[in-house]
Nanobody, 115 residues
Framework: VQFVESGGGLVQPGGSLRLSCAAS????????MAWYRQAPGKQRELVAG????????DYKDSAKGRFTISRDNAKNTVFLQMNSLKPEDTAVYYC?????????WGQGTQVTVSS
């Protein structure tokens, strides 16, 4: 199993980014997926999750109303649309299973929110 994240970058406060995570080595449609993030000096945390049913989503409180997780099973890809970004959203963002496995963390994609 491999996850490859992309789409991060430097953005000003209030801006938007769309992250993508391409999955391989698994039957993607059979697994709940999630986005996680790790800020400097902090533990990795769950940001958003999506079940097998695309309408089944959940978010960290600070992400509700700003972030949207989605998936495209035909492309084995999970997305995270992030709007109204804040400096406190700065972190490396990772995707993994909804119940993460320690041996499937990818390189992540850096998101920096700064003016």
């Amino acid at each position: 199993v491999q996850f490859v994240e992309s789409g991060g970058g430097l953005v000003q406060p209030g801006g938007s980014l769309r992250l993508s995570c391409a999955a391989s080595g698994m039957i993607f449609s059979q697994y709940g997926m999630a986005w996680y993030r790790q800020a400097p000096g902090k533990q990795r945390e769950l940001v958003a999750g999506i079940g097998l049913d695309v309408s089944n989503t959940d978010y960290k409180d600070s992400a509700k109303g700003r972030f949207t997780i989605s998936r495209d099973n035909a492309k084995n890809t999970v997305f995270l649309q992030m709007n109204s970004l804040k400096p406190e959203d700065t972190a490396v963002y990772y995707c993994n299973f909804l119940v993460p496995r320690s041996n499937t963390w990818g390189q992540g994609t850096q998101v920096t929110v700064s003016s």
